[in-house]
């Protein structure tokens, strides 16, 4: 049973129930942030609660709604709820889905763990449907562009087109897991074996953002990016790239295991105190979103309305909560 709460509800009341064309120049240096900042974060609402959910994941989301796989009722049953609160359902039972994408062309696009094939199913539910049979590698993580589904695997990166439904491998991990994905309007970066990747649009060789070797190394495993920078999480902090200089800044310490950005600020879980929090992508002060306990936030998403996430219910291990806030200013 899918137990939902409209997005106006407080969540006081439930608390308890993915470029440089070349290596990294420069050094990781001083955190740029400082100390946790007192108050809500300018211009974000408190967080609510949309749902009570069993077992989930995947989080993704469109223009308007979340959509999560779940075993509810099946194994990898596909559910949704929109962004500003509703009930929540089960659009497409028994998907299977182990990577999720949430797309603007009206479709879901996923795959499962068992075949390296990539399947679609209409947004507003329905069945799924073959997309491309065979593309060719299992899709550990990905994402949906304007033109491409793009789909990070154990060696590297595939590009679907979606138009002529044609994969092509564009990129190399050295036979490392995908971790974490995501793309600007130029380039896919992804992360696997400790470094962070990229790649042109238009395909060419794999670029070393981030490498895990050196003076002071790190292991990126996480990735997040605007039209300006790119963040990548590794095990001691959250740096920030420079993509057309290459240079790199430690933007905060500590291990996180959820990040995001939007509106200028880098959303993140703390993966030690379970603290819901932001820092500011030119740097200063991190302000906490919402406390937690360790290991409490999980799938974390942005997107122009707000920010999602999955909470663990205290005292369950199978049940959480979906949560958000919402941007109080425009996209």
């Given at each position: ?50 749902a009570e959910v069993k077992a989930s994941w995947n989080l993704t989301a469109d223009a308007s709604n979340l959509y999560w796989t ?262």
């Open positions: 049973m899918l137990v939902v709460m409209s997005a106006r509800q407080s969540g006081t009341a439930m608390a308890m129930g993915s470029l440089l064309l070349g290596t990294v120049v420069g050094c990781v240096g001083m955190p740029l942030g400082g100390a946790d900042g007192a108050g809500p974060l300018p211009g974000l609402t408190a967080p609510v609660t949309l779940t075993d509810e009722t099946h194994y990898g049953d596909l559910a949704s709820v929109s962004q500003r609160g509703g009930p929540a359902s089960v659009i497409a039972p028994a998907t299977g889905f182990h990577t999720l994408m949430g797309s603007a062309d009206g479709w879901i696009y996923g795959t499962d763990s068992t075949t390296t094939t990539l399947w679609r199913l209409p947004a507003a539910g329905g069945e799924k449907q073959v997309f491309v049979e065979q593309v060719g590698w299992w899709c550990e993580v990905g994402a949906v562009t304007a033109g491409a589904v793009w789909c990070g695997f154990g060696v590297g990166l595939a590009r679907i087109d979606l138009g002529t439904r044609a994969p092509v491998r564009v990129g190399s991990s050295g036979g490392y897991n995908a971790q974490s994905l995501a793309v600007d309007r130029d380039h896919t970066y992804w992360t696997a074996g400790g470094e962070l990747l990229a790649v042109d649009h238009r395909g060419g060789p794999t670029r070393v953002l981030l490498g895990n070797k050196g003076a002071g190394p790190t292991w990126a495993n996480l990735v997040a990016a605007d039209d300006r920078w790119v963040f990548a999480a590794t095990g001691q902090s959250i740096v920030r790239i420079d993509p057309l200089t290459g240079r790199a800044a430690t933007l905060r310490a500590g291990l996180v295991t959820a990040l995001a950005v939007r509106h200028g600020m880098v959303f993140w879980a703390d993966a030690v105190t379970g603290d819901l929090g932001a820092t500011p992508e030119q740097g200063g002060p991190d302000v906490v979103v919402e406390r937690g306990e360790a290991g409490q936030v999980r799938e974390l998403v942005a997107t122009d309305l707000g920010l999602f996430w999955f909470g663990q219910l205290p005292l369950y291990t199978d049940r959480g909560l979906l949560r958000g806030a919402y941007f109080t200013f425009p996209p």
